[in-house]
């Protein structure tokens, strides 16, 4: 499985970006896609989470400002970042899981998002 990330970038504090992530592949109907995101100097965080039902989950530092979704005939997650602030600048990676327990992880390349003015 493979996980091609785009869509990062430079933006001003209260700006939007949409990070996009294609999986090609060995890819489950069911499974599930999120996105992560490592700050400089932090560990690896998760943000969102999609599951192929359409399930989501967001970190309570991104409700209601970003959006997870996903299109399953595509194979694409998408992420719409809105209302964005500096603490959200990270190098952002998409992710899906697969397998028994969903134990099976892949990922893409980090796409670097800016949040400056």
């Known amino acids: 499985v493979q996980l091609q990330a785009s869509g990062g970038g430079l933006v001003q504090p209260g700006g939007s970006l949409r990070l996009s992530c294609a999986a090609s592949?060995?890819?489950?109907?069911?499974?599930?896609m999120a996105w992560y995101r490592q700050a400089t100097g932090a560990q690896r965080e998760l943000v969102a989470t999609i599951a192929s039902n359409g399930s989501t989950n967001y970190i309570d530092s991104v409700r209601g400002r970003f959006t997870i979704s996903r299109d399953n005939a595509k194979n694409t997650v998408s992420l719409q970042m809105n209302s964005l602030k500096p603490e959200d600048a990270a190098v952002y990676y998409c992710?899906?899981?697969?397998?028994?327990?969903?134990?099976?992880?892949?990922w893409g390349q980090g796409t670097q998002v800016t949040v400056s003015s």
């Open positions: 992710n899906l899981r697969q397998g028994r327990r969903f134990s099976v992880y892949y």
């Open positions: 592949g060995s890819i489950e109907s069911i499974n599930v």
